[in-house]
């Protein structure tokens, strides 16, 4: 990882993992802390409904501390709560074994994401199936919610 300048994030319930396996994985983090090439995040007894109620809860004790009003609680808010704050959204979701659900995971951050749904099993998966989702990703429009109406009157006020 610090080899490629990878940086290691991890979310979920790390207080469930052993203490010596938890410890290990908090000093990596550390250590690649600084890296810059790319972003893993590990996904550890993860929940996007969990994520999502302990951001609330958080959010909650702020308002009552008198440290936020309800009013200004925004999507930001929201999002600088979750165990992915900091972290980008992402761009395309990998979806192995033909299913057609996100099984909770990301439900917050992944409201603009492109998905890419493969009938391959994850230990299946290599770089051609690889480079067939970027293909398909290659060819979307990224309309962030807007219709492809809007994004070329936008186009046409920017000419």
């Known amino acids: 990882m610090m080899r490629h300048g990878i940086r290691l994030l991890a979310v979920g319930s790390l207080r469930k993992l052993p203490p010596a396996v938890r410890d290990a994985l908090r000093a990596s983090i550390a250590a690649t802390r600084n890296n810059t ?3 893993v995040i590990l996904a550890v007894s993860y929940g996007g409904r969990e994520d999502i109620a302990q951001a609330a809860r958080a959010i909650a004790r702020r308002v009552k501390r008198g440290e936020l009003a309800p009013g200004e609680i925004s999507q930001d808010t929201v999002s600088d709560h979750l165990g992915t704050r ?31 749904v493969t009938d391959t099993l994850w230990p299946d998966f ?34």
């Open 37 to 39: 090439g790319m972003t």
């Open 86 to 116: 900091g972290v980008p959204d992402p761009d395309l979701l990998i979806r192995t074994s033909g299913e057609l659900r996100i099984s909770n995971f990301f439900l917050w951050q992944l409201a603009y994401t492109e998905m890419y």
């Open 126 to 159: 290599r770089e051609r199936e690889y480079f067939q989702a970027l293909a398909f990703f290659q060819q979307r429009q990224r309309r962030f919610g807007r219709t492809a109406a809007q994004i070329e009157r936008e186009r046409l006020r920017a000419v």
